[in-house]
């Protein structure tokens, strides 16, 4: 949990680069607490389905009943990924990667954290961390994972702009 959270920190470290879009500077918005708690309500529980999604999967599919290290390594890649991706996610009102993208900073940051998550599941460090390799097939299913992630989390924040405003 402390590797993740320190990676994922990092990677954060270049939000301040990182520009609004412009249509975002022709008015000013104001976020009320209540507005920023009713966001949170809507957009925070998306992460959980994905966990428990990956605990499924870890569970059922990998058989990690008797494999805890093969567990906490695929838990550990699925959130560094998952918390790494949203940031793209709710940075804008518009489709990330597609209609709005963030600084390159924050892109650079967010690939090589991503990377060394990755990466320290087959490091030097791996055992020392209680890691494993995953399988291949985990790393197809996390791609189709992040994808419904992103999509899902884009669809409610769209619905949510429609519905409670900028």
């Known amino acids: 949990m402390l590797t993740n959270n320190l990676l994922y920190d990092f990677s ?11 249509d975002w500077l022709t008015k000013p918005r104001q976020w009320g607490i209540g507005k920023i708690l009713r966001f949170i309500l809507f957009i ?7 966990d428990y999604a990956t605990f499924f999967l870890m569970l059922y599919v990998f058989n990690c009943w008797h494999n805890p290290a ?29 209609q709005s993208w963030a600084s390159w900073p924050l892109i650079l940051t967010s690939v090589i954290i991503v990377a060394v998550g990755a990466w320290l599941t087959v490091s030097p460090l791996a055992n020392t961390l209680g890691f494993v390799p995953l399988p291949p097939l985990y790393w ?24 409670f405003g900028e």
């Open 12 to 22: 954060q470290t270049t939000i301040p680069t990182d520009q609004v879009d412009a």
């Open 44 to 50: 925070g529980p998306i992460s959980s389905i994905f």
């Open 70 to 98: 093969l567990f906490h390594t695929g838990w550990f890649v699925e959130s560094l990924f998952t918390q790494t991706l949203i940031i793209h996610v709710i940075r804008t009102n518009r489709i990330p990667f597609i």
């Open 140 to 163: 197809a299913f996390l791609a189709g994972m992040l994808l419904a992630y992103a999509i899902l989390t884009q669809v409610v924040k769209s619905w949510f702009i429609r519905r």
